[in-house]
């Protein structure tokens, strides 16, 4: 989710939005989705209802009901669209960056295209949602993903921290929508003012091996 979060308040500034607003609605859209990971009756749902029920702006938790193609919602704000674009797709690239020696930095498009194609590699990850994203956001997806993988750079400390895995690593494997499971660091959010050009930042330590492959 500290990924999401990232990628949201990025695309915040990008678009000349409310930071704030998307970056915690990055950060909690998958909030109940440990416990309550059923898409039929669980995920999102407990954390739209809990939400609602302690006042949180209504943008936010539609956004949030709308990032799951199950409830069957529009996606019609540019935040909703941004959310769906940057969900599994942040996953993914972090997913990539665990499995390069050089993290985040240096990482292109091409590389996470080529990833893509590996069926066996982030399975659960829609490749077609992928593009679908993109193209809901209005974005050409290159440009997308190398936009993604600069908003995710400078919080790469934190995104590939060895110490905190195997609980941090990208639930790759585990989720439809496979956001990162990032619990345990979870109140270290990305800091607000990083820009998505900010200089790459490689993790310190080599990366720790994907517990999901
Ligand atoms: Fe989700």
């Known amino acids: 989710m500290l990924a999401v979060e990232g990628s949201m308040r990025a695309y915040a500034r990008h678009f000349g939005e409310d930071e704030e607003i998307w970056g915690v609605t990055g950060l909690l859209h998958d909030l109940d989705y440990e416990r309550f990971s059923s898409l039929k009756d669980g995920h999102p749902r407990i954390a739209m209802a809990e939400l609602r029920q302690r006042g949180v702006a209504d943008e936010i938790i539609r956004a949030i009901g709308s990032h799951a193609d199950e409830m ?5 704000s540019t935040m909703e669209r941004a959310l769906y674009a940057v969900d599994e797709l942040s996953g993914f690239v972090v997913a990539c960056a665990y499995v390069r ?6 990482m292109t498009p091409k590389s996470v295209k080529k990833k893509m194609k590996t069926a066996s590699f982030a399975a659960a990850v ?9 193209e809901e956001l209005g974005v050409e997806f290159d440009a997308h993903v190398a936009f993604t993988i600069a908003a995710l750079q400078p919080h790469a400390d934190v995104l590939l921290a060895r110490d905190a895995a195997p609980d941090a690593a990208p639930a790759t494997g585990a989720a439809p929508d496979a956001a990162p499971a990032t619990g345990a660091a979870a109140d270290a959010a990305p ?9 790459s930042v ?7 091996p994907d517990p999901q492959r």
């Open 126 to 134: 829609d490749r077609d949602q992928l593009r679908r994203g993109a």
């Open 191 to 199: 800091a607000a003012g990083a820009a998505p050009d900010a200089p």
């Open 202 to 208: 490689a993790a310190d330590d080599p990366p720790a």
């Open 101 to 106: 020696p050089e993290g985040l930095a240096g």
């Open 72 to 76: 069957g919602l529009s996606r019609d």
